[in-house]
């Protein structure tokens, strides 16, 4: 068994198939892909992940706990965050503003209404604040308005968002989405930090197939809903079902 487990996963929407029979194990401190062609049930399977949707059938345990039915800050505190494909920030408010918003976060989900609890406490908060955003590279747009970041920017200070939380696993929807390639080439090599400095397991979804052999360890082709293969980068380049999956046609 994996950190992450998903055993025998169906979801059907009316007619549709989206996810069939599907059973993926994530080992603790990789960086697993699941990819496919539009349309093959990758976004099915990560909003499964998260609780967001529940299977008809099947299971997801994390670290040996069910994520099934549960609530958005339940997921948060049994130790995975979500980088989505639009970054998830507030534009009105500064770098350094955004980056305090989870560390003020209550176990309900709910925040508390004074940002500081004592000059201690609030030095603390905003030493970790700011160490975050140094090890992303971010520090010098400190008290820059986060709508003004550029793509990769933006990126860059969610990820700062989930990981100051410490999760366990961080789970990436199209992490290079929208960005040119320099903010992309900048975004792996950023995640590769990320995965020699912190005992993290990453889970990414991804089209672009530079970022997908740059940082997986191993990958899941995903097609029509069903696992079609799982190995290692080197392996799956040049298979023939994956060809057959993106192509159309057998290699």
Partial sequence: MGILDVRDVNKRFGGLQALGNVNLSVAENTVHAIIGPNGAGKSTLLNCL???LIPDTGSVMFD???????????INQMGISRVFQT???FGDLTVFENMMIPLFAKRDGSFRMHAFEGVSHERGLIAEAEKMLDEVNMLDKRDFHAGSLSRGDKRRLEMAMCLIQRPKLLLLDEPTAGMARADTNNTIELLKTIKKSRDITMCIIEHDMHVVFSLA?????????TPL????????KGHPKVKEAYLGEAA
């Avoid at 040996?64 to 339940?74: A, D, F, H, T």
């Avoid at 360890?217 to 809903?225: M, N, P, S």
């Avoid at 293969?229 to 799956?236: A, H, L, R, S, Y």
């Fill in 217 to 225: 360890d191993r990958i899941t082709v995903l097609a029509q809903g």
């Fill in 50 to 52: 998260v609780g967001k």
């Fill in 64 to 74: 040996g706990q069910s994520v099934l039915g549960r609530k958005p800050y339940e």
């Fill in 87 to 89: 970054p998830e920030i």
């Fill in 229 to 236: 293969v799982e190995d290692t980068p080197e392996k799956i």
